[in-house]
């Protein structure tokens, strides 16, 4: 195992070899240098599943989901939720998070 | 003349400092920044006091507003811990007057003048956003300038409150004052009063006390600014305003320097214009390398014609200060030195850089959009080096709600429910929930909501009741905090005018982070020809106290109308009924860490439903008594993350599978290009 540093709540990166891994279980996701959702499981959640809307009408207390999904990305191997983004329906997921690596590494491999 | 938006973009920023001013600097003792410094918070501190002790209107007395210092040239110097974005956006409208009415002879700039300005072309948010400033003078020189300002929620617009949810143009909106001087020799002139009285004919009264309160602030602000002069003089004076202005810059650059360096995106969405369902974006990237951060908004959905959500460049630069300033900023003074390492990117077209002619009065909403997006964005930025200062978002957006009529006295009124305003939640910490109706995104610290008993003294209203909203914070490890509900029944008069300009019914524009959900959506309701007189004279025990209890069980009788919570306006009679709600704030972390006794202790509260207990939080319990079994619990949430890894899909196939939906085509007319909200057609203006 590499220098790891804690990016997110449940997402490190190993300096040494480039590499998004869960901060929960340590599993090796995808390279530092690519999205980490692309390592995950992805799930569309219906938001009524969230939160009960309560009434049967257009307008009620829960997100519409022919508007919005919550989309859930879960570490493959603890089944984590490392991130969950709100989307509009088939909205593109967002690169969130695009680091510098090497100023990264050289931040924290270099001066430490 | 009027100002082009890329010269009040660069006008957020201070002006370099000269030889003199460095000078001037390094003439301080060791020492005296401190200690002075202090004196011109207390100053701040006593003069928004004056401020709200004088005025009336609904949120100036909340304290929603602000009051200012500013350098002879208008840079901000501090400002009371009101409004976030006022702090920023009345240092444009100085700098205009100093640019353009200082050599002015028809003008001029003297000891004893007092300025207005309501136009957010000049520098503002919106028209309803009022201002007064003056120059400061000591010994025959302008060392300064002072400003006060509150939102006013009355605007003589085409709809009551000044926001006027419908406009199609700059002129639906009402009075829209660019920077004129409306006194001298330190009084208010009363024709200023006059004009501004017949602007304002649905609520004179509150218009005219409200201005000569931002006035008497301004004043002792001055007077105040004044003595310090004459004790200290006037070099000390510029010294210590521009060594302000440093702390801050070199303040800003040193918590900016520990942030990682990258390109980091957020996106999210808008439910509502003009009252009526429509799906907008605001997309933005942040680019962070060394001491330099730059805001790009390319991607927003492009301007319309339909109404006045939209906003100007510099709102939205001002919009990122209220996340800036309360969260990672915390420590720093509120003043221009600050955004000295921000650049801004809003793209002509978009939504948020209409056309000057664009109808804007709603702007004041729309910064949620901005602050709204940024909490996610930044808690990736900062977790590393600043993890306390994460939150889910806190753009729980308080409930735009206004009424307008004739009051109990006889009076012309029209004000915003200024509880369900500042009683939104707080975005949950990385350590922590966040706080139930905290107050206004916007703020600081200071904002509140004025007592149930004021409100119904001032107008026509009687609370049905106020209260948290079960399941309003979004769920989480740690919970974003809840909003309130509020529900008001017309009263004392034949009928009241209402109506509101938030929105998130569809959708909320709130996130949370790292695994945590965003808050609930809340609908628009009204009853109509009810029969609560008749249940309170009888006093029957089954009147409701929850909004969900009053859909459930429909114990009162009445027209239930269910809609959006952004409604135009409308005429409710006496014993109908509006609800109001202030949103919660988004989640942190993921559900199933969440320590199940504060699940136990959120039911205990009534914070949350049995539902989301058993369906979201996966714990086991005993409903009666609400004695935990952990190991059954332990037990579900296994299960559940095996669930997760059976249902989660590997990223190319759920993307195959996502990018065959879209949301309804008639929802996305105002949104642009799907799903890259580019601009699809010209908007003509007349």
Redesign the interface.
């Known amino acids: 195992m590499g220098k790891k540093?804690?990016?997110?709540?449940?997402l490190d990166i190993d300096l040494e070899k480039e590499l998004w891994c869960c901060n929960r279980c340590g599993r090796e996701l995808i390279s530092a240098r690519e999205n980490y959702?692309?390592?995950?499981?992805?799930?569309?959640r219906d938001p009524r599943?969230?939160?009960?809307p309560?009434?049967d009408?257009?307008?009620?207390?829960?997100?519409?989901p022919?508007?919005?999904r919550?989309?859930?990305f879960?570490c493959?191997d603890?089944?984590?939720?490392?991130?969950?983004?709100?989307?509009?329906?088939?909205?593109?997921?967002?690169?969130?998070?695009?680091?510098?690596v090497d100023?990264?590494k050289e931040k924290y491999l270099v001066t430490e | 003349m009027r100002p082009h938006w890329k010269e009040l973009l660069d006008w957020i920023k201070p002006e370099k400092f000269t030889a003199k001013d460095i000078e001037r600097m390094e003439g301080l003792q060791p020492g005296e920044y401190e200690i002075h410094n202090e004196k011109l918070n207390n100053f701040l501190l006593e003069a928004r006091e004056v401020f709200i002790r004088m005025g009336i209107s609904s949120m100036l007395r909340s304290g929603d507003l602000a009051v200012g210092i500013y350098t002879a040239d208008g840079d901000i110097v501090n400002s009371s811990t009101g409004t976030i974005i006022h702090t920023m956006t009345t240092l444009l409208p100085i700098k205009f007057v100093v640019k353009n009415w200082l050599d002015e002879p028809t003008v001029g700039i003297k000891e004893g003048d007092i300025f207005y300005s309501n136009e957010a072309l000049y520098g503002g948010v919106h028209n309803p956003d009022q201002m007064a400033f003056m120059p400061v003078f000591n010994d025959g020189e302008l060392i300064a300038w002072v400003a006060a300002v509150t939102h006013e929620p009355e605007t003589g617009g085409t709809e009551a409150g000044g926001m006027v949810l419908t406009a199609k143009s700059r002129h639906y909106e009402g009075m829209k004052l660019s920077p004129i001087k409306i006194g001298e020799n330190y009084q208010v002139r009363a024709d200023m009063i006059e004009m501004m009285e017949n602007f304002i004919s649905r609520a004179p009264r509150m218009q005219t006390i409200d201005v000569k309160a931002r006035c008497a602030a301004c004043d002792r602000l001055r007077l105040r600014i004044q003595q310090l002069a004459q004790e200290k003089g006037n070099e000390f004076m510029r010294g210590l305003f521009c060594t302000t202005i440093r702390v801050a810059e070199e303040g800003a650059k040193k918590v900016i320097s520990k942030w990682h360096d990258g390109t980091f995106r957020g996106v999210l969405f808008h439910d509502s214009v003009a009252g009526q369902d429509h799906l907008q974006r605001i997309y933005c990237t942040v680019r962070k390398e060394g001491e330099q951060v730059t805001f790009d908004f390319k991607g927003t959905s492009p301007e319309n014609d339909a109404g006045s959500s939209h906003g100007f460049p510099h709102t939205l630069a001002t919009a990122t200060g209220m996340y800036l300033f309360p969260y990672p900023f915390h420590s720093l003074p509120f003043n221009a030195g600050s955004f000295t390492p921000f650049e801004w990117i809003v793209p002509e077209g978009c939504l948020w850089n209409p056309s000057p002619e664009a109808a804007v009065s709603n702007s004041g909403y729309m910064t949620w959009t901005v602050f709204g997006v940024l909490f996610p964005i930044f808690a990736k930025i900062i977790f590393t080096n600043d993890r306390k200062t994460v939150t889910g978002t806190t753009a729980g957006c308080g409930g735009g709600n206004i009424i307008a009529g004739i009051n109990q006295y006889g009076v012309p009124v029209a004000d915003i429910m200024a509880y369900p305003l500042n009683s939104a939640g707080q975005g949950a910490r990385s350590d922590m929930d966040g706080t139930d109706s905290f107050g206004f995104a916007g703020i600081a610290a200071g904002s509140r909501g004025p007592d149930a008993e004021d409100v119904e003294n001032e107008y026509p209203l009687l609370h049905l009741f106020q209260k948290h909203i079960r399941d309003g914070g979004g769920h989480g490890k740690y919970r974003g905090g809840t909003g309130v509900q509020s529900a008001y029944i017309v009263h004392h008069v034949p009928w009241l005018a209402y109506n509101c300009i938030t929105a998130e019914s569809k959708l909320v524009m709130s996130q949370g982070v790292f695994g945590g959900y965003p808050p609930s959506p809340f609908p628009g309701i009204d009853v109509r020809n009810t029969d609560i007189w008749e249940k309170m004279a009888n006093a029957e025990n089954d009147i409701p106290s929850d909004t969900v209890e009053m859909l459930d069980r429909k114990a009162l009788k009445g027209d239930y109308v269910i809609q959006s919570e952004a409604r135009p306006t409308k005429v409710l009679m006496n014993g109908d009924i509006f609800l109001a709600s202030a949103l919660g704030g988004g989640g942190y972390g993921d559900v199933l860490e969440r320590d199940p006794l504060m699940v136990i202790k959120d039911l205990q509260k009534d914070l949350i439903s049995h539902w989301a207990a058993k369906n979201v939080y996966h714990i086991a319990y005993d409903p009666d008594t609400l004695v935990l079994d952990l190991d059954k619990t332990a037990e579900l949430r296994q299960n559940e993350r095996e669930e997760r890894k059976m249902r989660g899909l590997k990223p190319e196939d759920f993307k195959k599978e996502w990018a065959k939906l879209k949301p309804p085509e008639e929802v996305l007319d105002l949104y642009g290009s799907w799903p890259d909200a580019e601009k699809v057609r010209d908007v003509i203006r007349i």
Request: glycine residues 6%; negative net charge.
């Open positions: 540093i804690q990016i997110t709540e449940y959702k692309d390592g995950c499981l992805i799930y569309g599943t969230v939160y009960d309560i009434i009408a257009p307008y009620n207390f829960a997100h519409d022919e508007w919005v919550f989309v859930e879960y493959p603890c089944g984590v939720m490392v991130e969950c983004e709100m989307l509009a329906l088939g909205h593109p997921i967002t690169h969130d998070i695009e680091l510098d100023k990264l």
